[in-house]
T-cell receptor
Framework: AQTVTQSQPEMSVQEAETVTLSCTYD???????LFWYKQPPSRQMILVIR??????QNATENRFSVNFQKAAKSFSLKISDSQLGDTAMYFC???????????FGAGTRLTVKP | DSGVTQTPKHLITATGQRVTLRCSPR?????VYWYQQSLDQGLQFLIQ???????AKGNILERFSAQQFPDLHSELNLSSLELGDSALYFC?????????????FGPGTRLTVL
């Protein structure tokens, strides 16, 4: 069974600083997708970034980038130049290439301090 | 705004009752997913429909059922409600049923069972 682990329940960062959120997963599949979702206080789930396992290049979306280590089954999210609006719960998620059962980690609550 | 709508926003009911949650996917999306977010279980995938047919099942209780109608909207029916069913229920949609497509989440329905 696929599992997703986020070992940091809470983190904080100063505005304009950089923070990294950790995520590890367990799977025997070779074809899969990884995601980071943001859930602000409004509770809306917003896709931040995604990574295809077959791609070696780490995904980047503006201030958000990932460090995808396939052999280590690690998928961390780096947020650069943190902004107050980045304050939210962040969920790491996994989905197999053929499956449709998205598995989520327990989440990391990030607070950006002014 | 993701383009996915869910009604109602909030629902308060009593144990033993039955409720129906409704989801309208983004225009053109054929696949609908249902998720439950609770304090003790986190975010869990419940069920997926694609173009009217059930495609994948997750941790959905037998007391819960869903369907997708010809106009592609979906309903999640929850019966014999228990206190533990109190949660935020999300619907998401994607263009196809395949995992390489991004899932767009609705704002959720908050269910409170008293």
């Amino acid at each position: 069974a696929q599992t997703v682990t986020q070992s940091q329940p809470e983190m904080s960062v100063q505005e304009a600083e950089t923070v990294t959120l950790s995520c590890t997963y367990d799977t025997s599949e070779n074809n899969y997708y990884l995601f980071w979702y943001k859930q602000p206080p409004s509770r809306q789930m917003i896709l931040v970034i995604r990574q295809e396992a077959y791609k070696q290049q780490n995904a980047t979306e503006n201030r958000f980038s990932v460090n995808f280590q396939k052999a280590a089954k690690s998928f961390s999210l780096k947020i650069s130049d943190s902004q107050l609006g980045d304050t939210a719960m962040y969920f790491c998620a996994f989905m197999t290439g053929m499956g449709n059962d998205m598995r989520f980690g327990a989440g990391t609550r990030l607070t950006v301090k002014p | 705004d993701s383009g996915v709508t869910q009604t109602p926003k909030h629902l308060i009911t009593a144990t033993g009752q039955r409720v129906t949650l409704r989801c309208s996917p983004r225009s053109g999306d054929l696949s609908v997913y249902w998720y439950q977010q609770s304090l003790d279980q986190g975010l869990q995938f419940l069920i997926q429909y694609y173009n009217g047919e059930e495609r994948a099942k997750g941790n959905i209780l037998e007391r819960f059922s869903a369907q997708q109608f010809p106009d592609l909207h979906s309903e999640l029916n929850l019966s014999s409600l228990e206190l533990g069913d109190s949660a935020l229920y999300f619907c998401a949609s994607s263009p196809t049923g395949w995992s390489y497509n991004e899932q767009f989440f609705g704002p959720g329905t908050r269910l409170t069972v008293l």
